[in-house]
Structure formats: C-alpha cells, structure tokens
C-alpha cells in the first residue's frame, strides 16, 4: 500500500520519477525495453498533472500505454529488419568465414593433406596440397575448425 500512497500523494510527479528512473535504467540494461515503459510512465504523469484522475485509471493508463508504446516498437522493428535484427558483426560466431580469401604463409608444411598457418593469435589447422613451409596459400573454404587453402600464384 505504500506505492498507493505514494503516487495519491505527489500525484503526477511520482509517475514522472519512475519514468526517469526506468530511462536511467535503460542506460545499464541492454535491450530497449526500460524506454518505453519510462516514457509511459512519464506520459502517464504528465496526463495526471493536466487532469487529476484516479490512481486506478493511472494504472490502466499506464499498463496501455506500455502495451502500446512496447508492441508499436517490436512491430516496427519486425518491419524494418525482418524476424531478426542485423548484427554489428555478422562473423562473430562464424570465425572460418572471416578469413576466406586471404593469403597466408603456411607454418608447418602440409604433408598428407594436412598442415598449419597462424593467423592473428592462433594457430589454424589447413588441409590442401603438399606445400613446404613457409609458402604462400589462400584460404578457399573451411570444412568445420580446418581452413580448405590452395597454392597462390599457381593456375
């Protein structure tokens, strides 16, 4: 009963409080979620400061409000970008497709198939023809964790 009391005390001014304290909490929680039901709450103070209305209707005012406010964003967000949103960095999760068609020096040679190169900070797995260490090769294609290379320079 204390939030009851609260909000029929300092009417709309309470309503407008929440309402920068769910935007500051936005600031900390990702999602853009908090924003809308701040401005809710703010619009809801702001209705209750210009017409005093009970703190029932405050409540379903802002319980649509929120509604409103969170559906209308979710659904223009489904328009601009579709079911899932695009990602800052569409190869974050997907390492081998960063490095196709760059040219690396092979580390360890590739005997049977098999060899190695380093690229940035580790130490990839590489499967293409015989070629002693230190020759130059692009990588083509991965095949799971191991890079799928070929010789640069030969046609």
Request: glycine fraction near 10%; charge should be positive.
């Amino acid at each position: 009963m204390a939030v009851i009391e609260f909000i029929a005390q300092y009417g709309g001014w309470s309503w407008i409080v929440l309402g920068l304290a769910l935007l500051a909490l936005e600031l900390a929680v990702s999602g853009a979620f908090l924003v809308w039901l701040g401005a809710a709450a703010i619009v809801t103070g702001l209705a209750v400061i210009v017409s005093a209305i009970s703190w029932p209707l405050q409540w379903a005012l802002f319980g649509v409000l929120s509604l409103v406010l969170v559906a209308g964003w979710l659904g223009y967000q489904r328009r601009r970008y579709g079911k899932t949103p695009p990602s800052e960095s569409p190869m974050l999760n997907r390492r081998t497709a960063r490095y196709l068609e760059r040219e690396v020096v092979l580390a360890e040679a590739i005997k049977n198939g098999m060899g190695r190169v380093h690229i940035e900070d580790s130490i990839w797995q590489v499967t293409g023809p015989d070629l002693p260490a230190g020759a130059s090769v692009r990588i083509v294609g991965a095949k799971g964790p191991v890079l799928v290379v070929e010789p640069v320079g030969l046609v």
